[in-house]
């Protein structure tokens, strides 16, 4: 198991917190761009965690 432990070729992110997750069920979120800007239509997910645990 990888530990999270900073060395001169790894380096730790904390991406901890509240998060706006959209499934991208026709697969066209990069064709899109979603990523340009704020996705609409989101639903709050903590991280870490599961989609599935919102269910």
Same mark, same amino acid.
Request: charged fraction near 45%.
């Given at each position: 198991m990888l530990y999270p432990i900073?060395?001169?070729v790894r %380096?730790? =992110?904390n991406l901890n917190g509240i998060w706006n997750? =959209? +499934?991208d069920r026709n697969n066209e979120g +990069? %064709? =899109?761009q979603?990523?340009?800007q704020p996705l609409k239509?989101?639903?709050p997910m903590a991280v870490p965690a599961s989609f599935n645990d919102l269910e």
């Open positions: 900073e060395n001169r %380096e730790v =992110k997750f =959209k +499934i +990069i %064709e =899109k979603w990523y340009a239509d989101t639903v």
